[in-house]
């Protein structure tokens, strides 16, 4: 199946703007190999601390038999339901790393937050740069320089990208990623979310409230909605770091076991001294990334992704921005719904045929790059299939021939969408992402005027007071990575989803962050620059008539260019941002963040190295499909 022409036009555009920094990244791991197994380079010394409290069996292994040592990077924390199983996986994969002929340690834990417990609270503020954090404790955790690869524990927003941002600062080890999997279905999400809106309008008590949360979240597992959390496992499938089809797989089961079980042995496999070297920096690469943005825009992922893919993509020397989810959200269908963009869950999408399905339908339709390396060590196509078990044993068999369920799962040839309901917005206020697919084509496109806040704390007290009912657009501004480390503003969704169903025109616009469960509601979010860099929001006053179109990507306050221009940004106070609940130890991370479409990231690209123009991409698409370097973010910068 040839790909399709966006699908090619955008991948050769990523290759042009990566070249010198991939090229750096890759002779940096090329550098960072050593033959034989990596803890070769320790003096005596070094090695004795490392294997001191081994069991005898395993210490004669590493000294005499030089057998692979795998690390055991994990973000376990048994207040997070959808780490608390992880609890279980060391001694299961350090058993079946030994039957493989290897040895495996716990190298280190990374720590791991719930925006669901953080959401609306001062912790929220740490919630983005606990991404680096994470990045950081990885990069500790393989420091010592042991091992020959690892298996990374995590499973929930922003733990997943550190784990995967830090794996690909040691890119020369083979990375395999264990996911925990969903707890199972609770009460509906539909009611779940018609009690938040009751509670938010003052009809029912915190005690149902309470209740009706509970019943949602009720066991061990993942949340079951498709937010930032389900979005990962999504991705990591995509690009080929999980073993196929394991990410929605309940936990504690004989089958979950048993693919932690083969996804440890699969790590002693790909190390340098198994069967196939498959480096984690050779996985991901610019198909694989192009391969992720493709999945998250035919699933209706989370808007969350326009920064953590972005900041994945930086670990591994490959630049991407905006316009290339763009232009690919303009030619990738929608293929699922799955709350908040509907009404199922992602147990009701896994048993409608799941992830082998979707990776196919891509496949057969041009919309995926087939010739990738996944940990499989083959190409995507691999990954289009289901695992079962055989006795104790697992097995892979073709992913179902059709969807179980069309409302929630449906082929490329009859989608629920011709685009992938991600767009692009800009105008004088700025660039922004917003994400269309759960909001009805009536509320696309919303013109009215400002209501301007510093806080959501300030909206929501306006909401309670009554001052709200009416058409407006909610700008929402000092959100950004610089300003508060960014955020998500989930909580404002009950109000302005009540507004919006008393039939008042309404729509979010703001630097920050919304939840990877965001919704039916309009909103304009990542607005860069951020006001504390300078971002026109920064300028829009009360009343400002301001636009906020989906279907024309424009976003703009309605103001004389004149008055416009000679504005100045209103200052605010964000003292009370920075300190309490740990915000002062974050100090670094605000003062050196990037910006949001660079990935709100602390860390840059590698130096690039300077090659000559001749050296060609593996893609041949005619030089006029492909973009030009002005349209990169790396010369806009």
Partial sequence: ????????????????????????????????????????????????????????????RLK????????????????????????????????????????????????????????????????????????????IALSHNMFDAAVYLGVCDKIV?????????????????????????????????????LYAQ??????????????????????????????????????????????FITPNTPLRD?????????????SAQGKEYIPVGHVVDEKAIVNAIVALLATGGSTNHTLHLVAMAKAAGIVIDWDDFDALSSVVPLLTRIYPNGEADVNHFHAAGGTGFVIRELLDAGLLHEDVTTVMGKGLRAHCSEPFLQGEEVVWRP??????????????????????????????????????SAVKPQHRVVEAPAIVFNSQEDFMLAFKAGRLD?????????????ANGMPELHALTPALATLQDAGRRVALVTDGRMSGASGKVPAAIHVSPEVLAGG??????????????????????????????????????????????????????????????????????????HLPQEQGNPLSVPQEQAYSDEDSLVTRR
């Avoid at 555009?13 to 197994?37: E, H, M, N, Q, W």
């Avoid at 009343?543 to 103001?559: C, F, H, T």
């Avoid at 416009?564 to 209103?570: A, P, T």
Wanted: hydrophobic share 45%; aromatic share 6%; glycine share 10%.
């Fill in 399 to 436: 992913a179902a021939a059709a969807s179980s369920d069309l409302d929630v799962l449906r082929p490329a040839t009859e989608p629920f969408s011709k685009d992938g309901g991600l767009r692009l917005l800009n105008g004088n206020l700025g660039r922004a992402v917003i994400k269309v």
């Fill in 536 to 609: 026109p929001l920064g300028r829009v006053r009360d009343g400002d008539l301001i636009r906020v179109d989906a279907n024309s990507g424009e976003l703009r306050a309605l103001v004389d260019e004149a008055e416009w221009s000679v504005r100045g940004i209103d200052p605010a106070d964000l003292s009370a941002s920075h300190v309490g609940m740990g915000r002062e130890l974050f100090a670094v991370f605000r003062s050196n963040v990037s910006a949001a479409e660079e990935g709100g990231a602390t860390f840059g690209l590698p130096p690039p190295l």
């Fill in 1 to 60: 199946m040839s790909i399709h022409p966006a699908l090619a036009s955008t991948t050769e555009r990523i290759f042009k703007r990566s070249r010198p920094y991939r090229s750096a990244y890759l002779a940096r791991l090329d550098a960072a190999l050593l033959k034989g197994v990596q803890r070769g380079a320790l003096a005596c010394t070094n090695l004795a601390h490392g294997f001191a409290a081994f069991p005898a069996n395993d210490k004669l």
């Fill in 161 to 197: 990208p550190g784990l995967v941002i830090g794996a690909l600062h040691f890119g020369h080890l083979p990375a395999v990623f264990l996911p925990a999997g969903p707890m199972t279905t609770g009460i509906s999400n539909s009611e779940k979310a018609k009690v938040r809106q």
């Fill in 202 to 247: 003052g009809k029912v008590g915190r005690e149902e409230l309470l209740e009706s949360e509970a019943q949602s979240y009720h066991g061990a597992g993942t949340c079951t909605f498709y937010g930032t959390a389900n979005s990962n496992q999504m991705l990591m499938e995509v690009m080929g770091l999980h073993l196929p089809a394991t990410a």
């Fill in 470 to 482: 009416r058409d407006f657009v909610a700008v929402v501004r000092y959100q950004g990575p610089r």
């Fill in 64 to 139: 005499e038999q030089k057998a692979p040592s795998v690390a055991i990077v994990s973000a376990y924390n048994d207040m997070l339901s959808a780490h608390q199983p992880l609890e279980r996986f060391p001694p299961i994969i350090k058993e079946a790393v030994r039957a493989a002929g290897g040895v495996a340690q716990f190298a280190g834990g990374v720590p791991a937050m719930c925006d669901g417990v953080t959401q609306g609270q001062p912790g929220m503020e740490l919630s983005l740069f606990s991404r680096d954090t994470i990045a950081m404790a990885t990069a």
């Fill in 258 to 270: 048993a693919l932690t079980a083969a996804g440890a042995r699969r790590a002693v496999e790909i």
